[in-house]
């Protein structure tokens, strides 16, 4: 059964950095995407960044796009989300997923596209 492991988080200054990392296991095939979804309080679930580990397309928020970047380790099955310029508004639960996903195929994530998410972590920003 397929498992996600997610690791980072935490709380930083507006304009600071943070590394989020989700490791897979139980699976054998690389036609899987890795990614974040996000949800801030009170707010709808947004999709934040996947990555295919098959060709390492990827796919980013507009919201998130020059300020983000998304990477893969094939060999660990591990996504990483390096996260920079930060803003308050970044501020929420971040859920690793993954699904059978052509990133090259997708204009922006959809939550129903990914059948396996991880338990969640806490990115704050502020000062």
């Known amino acids: 059964q397929l498992q996600l492991v997610e690791s980072g988080g935490g709380l930083v200054q ?47 928020s507009d919201s998130v796009k020059g300020r983000f970047a998304i990477s893969r380790d094939n060999g660990k099955k591990t996504a990483y989300l390096q996260m920079n310029n930060l803003k308050p508004e970044d501020t929420a639960v971040y859920y690793c997923v993954a699904g059978q996903v052509v990133v090259s195929a997708i204009s922006s994530m959809v939550a129903y596209h990914f059948d396996h998410w991880g338990r969640g972590t806490q990115v704050t920003v502020s000062s």
């Open 14 to 60: 507006p304009g600071g950095s943070l590394r989020l990392s989700c490791a897979a296991s139980g699976f054998s095939s690389n036609y899987y995407a890795i990614g974040w979804f996000r949800q801030a309080p009170g707010k709808e679930i947004e999709g934040v960044s996947c990555i295919s580990l098959n060709d390492g397309t990827t796919n980013y």
